[in-house]
């Protein structure tokens, strides 16, 4: 059971929009820890998709975007391609410890 | 460009110990602030955050470690800034530990950069 709570599917018809939360408790998330989100396609390493609750490495489209409330943080995605077609992973601290969401299987209709 | 490569045996037996090393290319491992993790994957599971081990050139603190809870007891992880590696040690392995392992680095805004990742299947 993962320390983060994530949905374990979400789906969506190409371009809509589709939004994946994240839930932690007051001892990570709550305490203003940074949440992180990674996107693995099948068969590759995680790649970091958006850093610091809402910011996005160069290269990655701004049709992630990221946000951060309380105890919860969630990634939304815009205009759904193809290619979204992936898992989806939170991560953030909880004292000394890394801690990941379960993962979200993102289906693209 | 940072590089990781992670390596190792692809099979190791019960009860042994599972060694890893993961070498960085492109910079040198100490040259600023970085944590760097070993991240594991079981077939068609999610994430395992392993643990990590700190690097700074400046920092009394290099080389501090820490680990996940549930498998403290039989983790170490090293650096070897002389070959720019990171070396990953889980001792008693079963096949609860059979997974994809990765190597990453933090740089204090999430794992950026990632190895690609070594299967290990723990078999007799």
């Known amino acids: 059971q993962s320390v983060l709570t994530q949905p374990p599917s979400v789906s969506g018809a190409p371009g809509q929009r589709v939004t994946i939360s994240c839930t932690g408790s007051s001892s990570n998330i709550g305490v203003g820890y940074d949440v992180h989100w990674y996107q693995q396609l099948p068969g590759t390493a995680p790649k970091l998709l958006i850093y610091?609750?809402?910011n996005r490495p160069s290269g990655v489209p701004d049709r992630f975007s990221g946000s951060k409330s309380g105890t919860s943080a969630s990634l939304a995605i815009t205009g759904l391609r193809a290619e979204d077609e992936a898992d989806y992973y939170c991560?953030?601290?909880?004292?000394?410890?890394?801690?990941f969401g379960g993962g979200t299987k993102l289906t693209v209709l | 460009q940072v590089q990781l490569q992670e390596s190792g045996p692809g099979l190791v037996k019960p009860s042994q110990t599972l060694s890893l090393t993961c070498t960085v290319s492109g910079g040198s491992i100490s040259s600023g602030s970085y944590y760097w993790s070993w991240i594991r994957q079981p077939a068609g599971k999610g994430l395992e955050w392993i643990g990590r081990i700190y690097t700074s050139g400046r920092s009394y603190t290099s080389g501090s470690t820490d680990y996940t809870p549930s498998l403290k007891s039989r983790v170490t992880m090293s650096v070897d800034t002389s070959k720019n590696q990171v070396s990953l040690k889980l001792s008693s392995v079963t096949a609860a530990d059979t997974a994809v392992y990765y190597c990453?680095?933090?740089?204090?805004?999430?794992?950026?950069?990632w190895g690609q990742g070594t299967l290990v299947t723990v078999s007799s």
């Open positions: 991560q953030s601290y909880d004292s000394t410890e890394v801690v």
């Open positions: 990453a680095r933090d740089g204090g805004w999430g794992y950026n950069y």
């Open positions: 610091g609750n809402t």
